[in-house]
């Protein structure tokens, strides 16, 4: 009876770990296929930001910055802040932008957990008396500077963006 009760429990940890194994395949490969199509619109891929629910990409193309779905007009960006804590550490702003915005309000989530993140400036070209709107790209909390390269790499992504410009 022993023996029989082992040879299930083993049975039901092989399936289990099949599974895993199965979804884990499946998740990949669709990660490889999100990758593949940002390529194929032309877009260079910045960052794999973590999420709640899964990783969100932040590429590039000639035009536009996207972080996931949503689009940002190269055009549009006029400062951008690396953010600790909401505390900015680092920022670019184009001249005549004025100072980038101030930092955003802190997290609880303690000393042990560092927030990073970027804040970005946008104004839509055209409308110079418009007052800047702020998007905060979410770069993580993880340790073991995962969340810092995020974040440095979405930021020298818009300071060559700005430097380019700037270079016009």
């Not at 990660?31 to 593949?36: G, K, N, S, W, Y």
């Not at 032309?42 to 972080?67: H, M, N, Q, S």
């Not at 006029?78 to 680092?90: F, H, K, M, S």
Request: aromatic fraction near 4%; glycine fraction near 6%; charge should be neutral.
């Amino acid at each position: 009876m022993r023996d029989l009760i082992a040879g299930v429990i083993a049975l039901v940890l092989l399936i289990a770990a099949a599974s895993l194994a199965t979804t884990l395949t499946e998740h990949r490969r669709r990660r490889q296929r999100e990758r593949a199509d940002q390529r194929a619109l032309g877009r260079r891929i910045v960052a794999e930001i973590p999420g709640t629910e899964d990783l969100t990409l932040f590429t590039e193309d000639d035009r536009c910055f996207y972080y996931g779905p949503r689009a940002i007009h190269k055009a549009a960006v006029v400062a951008a802040r690396v953010l600790i804590n909401g505390v900015p550490i680092a920022a670019i702003s184009r001249r005549g932008a004025g100072a980038p915005a101030e930092g955003f309000e802190d997290r609880p989530e303690g000393i042990a957990r560092d927030r990073w993140d970027v804040a970005v400036d946008l104004i839509e070209p055209g409308d110079p008396e418009a007052r800047p709107t702020v998007l905060l790209i979410e770069c993580g909390a993880i340790r073991e500077r995962v969340s810092q390269e995020l974040a440095r790499a979405v930021f020298e992504a818009f300071k060559r963006e700005i430097e380019r410009s700037e270079a016009r």
